[in-house]
């Protein structure tokens, strides 16, 4: 699972993240900001969740969250250290949830960094 200090909980931190790279999947959009030479340097990789009332009802809403964080969790050390990520949910992630939730969330990382370099 992810660690508390790899959590994205400020809405500052939450507006950061927005103004960073998107990389759109299918059933989730993926923002990603890398900190500039200095800025947050030894900070954690944090990663934020967005997952609206159009996923489904609470119990949805909060499976979809927790296997985001489980997917995500191995690929935090790709990332650069104070980089914050955030995951907005579709409304198709519950269905992806049931299916293939952790290949999609490993095809966005791999997208991003393959849009990056």
Request: charged share 20%.
């Amino acid at each position: 699972m992810l660690a508390q200090q790899n959590r994205l909980r400020k809405a500052s931190e939450f507006a950061l993240a927005t103004k960073g790279k998107r990389v759109a999947g299918e059933n989730f959009l993926l923002y990603v900001a890398t900190p500039q030479h200095g800025e947050r340097s030894g900070a954690p990789v944090k990663v934020g969740l967005i997952v609206g009332k159009n996923v489904g009802n609470s119990v949805v809403r909060h499976r979809v969250s927790r296997q985001i964080r489980h997917a995500i969790a191995p690929h935090l050390e790709k990332f650069s250290d104070g980089t914050f990520l955030l995951f907005r949910a579709h409304p198709g992630a519950a269905k992806s949830a049931e299916g293939n939730l952790s290949g999609e969330i490993s095809a966005l990382v791999e997208k991003y960094f393959s849009v990056a370099r």
